[in-house]
């Protein structure tokens, strides 16, 4: 299977950021590592195997970018203030960098991406379908890790607010552009060792409570936190958002 990487670097001192791609024609879709690896982490541990029908088949396209932002969370670097901005500038080098690089790379100035992840990279999934609804038209998060570690707070809050709760992010959310509450998401999470649901329902309630349509899709005790699960849900929801 046909693989490419770009590699960009943000002036005048900027980290550099590199977006793999697999596949030749179809649907594009941002996919998210899980947990601040490397761009080729989906390759690695096998959700670009279980998507090669999809993929060879030209229904899609996957990109997959390194994922900075969360190694900030990850290793509580700086306070929450610093962490949020982390994040925040990796999503606006997103619109920047990437999805003008994806749209090029499709020869196609306006296609819309979906966006996916799982773990931390669902935050980050969710975080760009809710900042540039221009650019992406439906959001795919597997067993999503949205509260711990601030991971909503992060991606989501224009500014880091350290004592927000988690009902303060409704108000950020009816800040989000309105075409937003035109956008897909789909939330899915299982019910086995590791796997938090609650943080799934509960932010479903909050996408709701502002508009934002959501299906929330919980898989059994067999299916834990880890890729063995994500290798499983992944083309079955990719190919509903086809």
């Avoid at 597997?142 to 500014?159: N, Q, Y």
């Avoid at 409704?170 to 956008?183: C, K, M």
């Amino acid at each position: 299977m046909r693989r490419d990487i770009w590699t960009f670097t943000a002036a005048p001192h900027g980290t550099p950021l590199k977006l793999a791609r697999w596949g030749h024609y179809g649907t594009p879709v941002l996919l998210y590592p899980s947990a601040g690896a490397d761009c080729l982490e989906v390759e690695r541990l096998g959700l670009i195997d279980s998507l090669a029908a999809l993929i060879e088949a030209g229904r899609l396209k996957i990109y997959s970018p390194d994922g900075a932002a969360a190694r900030a969370w990850l290793t509580r670097a700086g306070g929450v203030r610093e962490r949020a901005g982390a994040q925040q500038a990796y999503l606006a080098r997103v619109q920047a960098e990437l999805v003008p690089q994806i749209r090029r790379d499709c020869e196609s100035p306006a296609i819309e991406i979906v966006a996916a992840g799982a773990a931390l990279g669902a935050a980050s999934a969710l975080a760009s379908l809710l900042t540039d609804p221009q650019a992406f038209r439906a959001a795919l998060t597997l067993s999503g890790v949205f509260e711990r570690l601030g991971c909503v707070r992060g991606p989501l809050e224009r500014h880091a607010r350290p004592q927000a709760e988690l009902p303060g992010v409704a108000a950020l959310l009816a800040a989000s552009p309105p075409r937003v509450r035109q956008r897909r998401v789909l939330l899915v999470a299982g019910l086995g060792d590791y796997e938090q649901p609650g943080e799934t329902e509960r932010t479903a309630a909050l996408l709701g409570a502002q508009g934002v349509s959501s299906r929330v899709e919980l898989w059994g005790t067999d299916s834990p936190h880890g890729f063995g699960s994500w290798r499983r849900m992944l083309p079955r929801y990719l190919a509903e958002l086809l």
